[in-house]
T-cell receptor, first 113, second 112 residues
């Protein structure tokens, strides 16, 4: 398996623009997580899905952030409108089930100017 | 929830020495613990895990120790190599939850 695949690897956008980050989890994994990593706050869980259903989105910073998982092999994290403070590395991770280790993608480095 | 902290933000060791990275957690209902390694420009990579019914688990050159009494776990790396230089995170899961709470990370630097 190729592991968790995220795209794009890097994204530079202007403030106010919409940004969509994409994730393909490992086949057969039932849980999917979106994390944000910054120097100041470390790794923060934004939202996670079990069997394509959002379970906990309490980590989503505000209404500008939304996430979807239309099927077991694809998820998106959207920021609209983006702001400079959204600049961070966004990671997607998946696990076979909730009580096993999560495997991370390579991340998307987002820069909002 | 869970507050996960690390005792030292940075650690430097000589190549060949053993490394010990520590982590403290706050929730006594935490039941699953993972150590991750993150190299520059990459995502966190699983190293080793341990469940709350154990107090020690060994892998290749790594050992995780869990002390539930004081809510502390540690990662020991034997014969540290330059390739071990990275940021190490502990992650903790609370019983009944699916998500992992991550510590702030310790940057390990191996001096050749």
């Amino acid at each position: 398996d190729a592991g968790v695949i995220q795209s794009p690897r890097h994204e530079v956008t202007e403030m106010g623009q919409e940004v969509t980050l994409r994730c393909k989890p490992i086949s057969g994994h039932n849980s999917l997580f979106w994390y944000r990593q910054t120097m100041m706050r470390g790794l923060e869980l934004l939202i996670y899905f079990n069997n394509n259903v959002p379970i906990d989105d309490s980590g989503m910073p505000e209404d500008r952030f939304s996430a979807k998982m239309p099927n077991a092999s694809f998820s998106t994290l959207k920021i609209q409108p983006s702001e400079p403070r959204d600049s961070a590395v966004y990671f997607c991770a998946s696990s076979r089930r909730g009580d096993t280790e999560a495997f991370f993608g390579q991340g998307t480095r987002l820069t909002v100017v | 929830g869970e507050n996960v902290g690390l005792h030292l933000p940075t650690l430097s060791v000589q190549e060949g020495d053993n490394s010990i990275i520590n982590c403290a957690y706050s929730n006594s209902a935490s039941d699953y613990f993972i150590w991750y390694k993150q190299e520059s420009g990459k995502g966190p990579q699983f190293i080793i895990d341990i469940r709350s019914n154990m107090d020690k688990r060994q892998g290749q050159r790594v050992t995780v120790l869990l002390n539930k009494t004081v809510k502390h776990l540690s990662l020991q790396i034997a014969a540290t190599q330059p390739g071990d230089s990275a940021v190490y995170f502990c992650a903790v899961r609370v019983t009944g939850a699916n998500n992992l709470f991550f510590g702030t990370g310790t940057r390990l630097t191996v001096i050749p």
